[in-house]
T-cell receptor, first 114, second 114 residues
Framework: NAGVTQTPKFRILKIGQSMTLQCTQD?????MYWYRQDPGMGLKLIYY???????DKGEVPNGYNVSRSTTEDFPLRLELAAPSQTSVYFC?????????????FGQGTRLTVV | AQSVAQPEDQVNVAEGNPLTVKCTYS??????LFWYVQYPNRGLQFLLK??????LVKGSYGFEAEFNKSQTSFHLKKPSALVSDSALYFC????????????FGTGTKLQVIP
């Protein structure tokens, strides 16, 4: 199993550009998440999904959009990139059945907006 | 609102000595508690969790954590530190029952000195 795979690993965007961060998991997990990690701030939840076709906002959703058309894929869309979106982005998934609640993380996407 | 506090930004310990990384939490109802480790340029990896049962939880790589309900703490411990344990450690909490959002602490950098 590959686990959670994120692409790209690094990206530099100009202000106002758009991009999609890809995330796919092969563990048949029902829940998927997008976090951003800023220095000294821990992880902040951007969006999450409890299953295909269902998404909901997290703590910091502004400037982002998501979709979940399949169990495996959960892309994150940045429409108009801003310097405040410079961060490291992590996709994660979990299997929320019984007590299997721990999350599995991808290796991250380091995004710089200039 | 639920929260997690990791009061130490950095913990330094000599190789072979015991280590403790502190975590306190606030949540409504019974907590689910987690520890994750992050190595440089990598995603978070699950170490251990407390859901219910024995207050002393054992996890990967010889780590353990003790759930203390009265002190609302979940400190991470290891009897003998290794240089390879040097990493960033995150504590996380969520409420029990159904799907509940997870809140992460800001992380503690563990430096094991040879």
């Amino acid at each position: 199993n590959a686990g959670v795979t994120q692409t790209p690993k690094f990206r530099i965007l100009k202000i106002g550009q758009s991009m999609t961060l890809q995330c796919t998991q092969d563990m048949n997990h029902n829940y998927m998440y997008w976090y951003r990690q800023d220095p000294g701030m821990g992880l902040k939840l951007i969006y999450y999904s409890v299953g295909a076709g269902i998404t909901d906002k997290g703590e910091v959703p502004n400037g982002y959009n998501v979709s979940r058309s399949t169990t495996e894929d959960f892309p994150l869309r940045l429409e108009l990139a801003a310097p405040s979106q410079t961060s490291v982005y992590f996709c994660a998934s979990s299997y929320e059945v019984r007590m299997n609640t721990e999350a599995f993380f991808g290796q991250g996407t380091r995004l710089t907006v200039v | 609102a639920q929260s997690v506090a990791q009061p130490e930004d950095q913990v330094n310990v000599a190789e072979g000595n015991p280590l403790t990384v502190k975590c306190t939490y606030s949540v409504s109802g019974n907590p689910y508690l987690f520890w994750y480790v992050q190595y440089p340029n990598r995603g978070l990896q699950f170490l251990l969790k407390y859901i219910t049962g024995d207050n002393l939880v054992k996890g990967s790589y010889g780590f353990e954590a003790e759930f203390n309900k009265s002190q609302t703490s979940f400190h991470l411990k290891k009897p003998s530190a290794l240089v390879s344990d040097s990493a960033l450690y995150f504590c996380a909490v969520r409420a029990s029952g159904g799907y509940q959002k997870v809140t992460f602490g800001t992380g503690t950098k563990l430096q094991v000195i040879p």
